[in-house]
């Protein structure tokens, strides 16, 4: 019996430790961080962030956005944060941090800037600018850019 019983942990472990690599895996795309969404994907629900967290594996930056890894988060992973945290239906990268994206050198701004709607209430995130825009213009946005549809 104590053998039977020990099956369902080694599967439990392996699967944990599969959600867990699908889930790096993933966040190498974006800079080394996931939205909650994105981790469900993985099969990666709550209680296992809470875990990965409470052992200091993964880190919360807000209420959106994890960390893989408890470092300062890049560039790229400071852009995703910026759109998850302000809300990924209504903001989208734009100015400098935009064009930075796309491959600008030689203008640096610290900030990360991103751009919704007018109407859009958004609460204040430390290291972002947000700006308001009365409308989006058809194909303003590209895929590959945080926020932009398709991403």
């Known amino acids: 019996m104590t053998t039977t019983a020990a099956m369902p942990s080694r599967t439990l472990s392996c699967s944990t430790a599969h959600r867990r690599r699908r889930a790096r895996e993933l966040a190498d795309d974006f800079g080394g961080v996931l939205s909650r969404a994105l981790l469900r ?3 990666v629900d709550h209680e296992l962030v809470r875990r990965e967290i409470a052992a200091e ?3 919360a930056h807000g209420h959106q956005t994890v960390a893989m890894t408890t470092a300062p988060l890049g560039t790229t992973a400071r852009r995703w944060h910026a759109v998850w945290e302000t809300g990924l239906k209504v903001a989208a990268l734009d100015g400098v941090s935009a064009l930075h994206h796309a491959g600008l050198t030689g203008y640096d701004d610290e900030a990360v800037h991103v751009s919704v709607k007018h109407t859009a209430e ?3 995130l430390d290291g972002v600018r947000i700006h308001k825009v009365i409308r989006r213009v058809e ?3 590209f895929r590959g850019c945080p926020g932009s549809r398709g991403t």
């Open 41 to 43: 994907t993985c099969d």
């Open 57 to 59: 594996r993964w880190m």
């Open 122 to 124: 958004v609460a204040a």
């Open 139 to 141: 194909h303003e946005l």
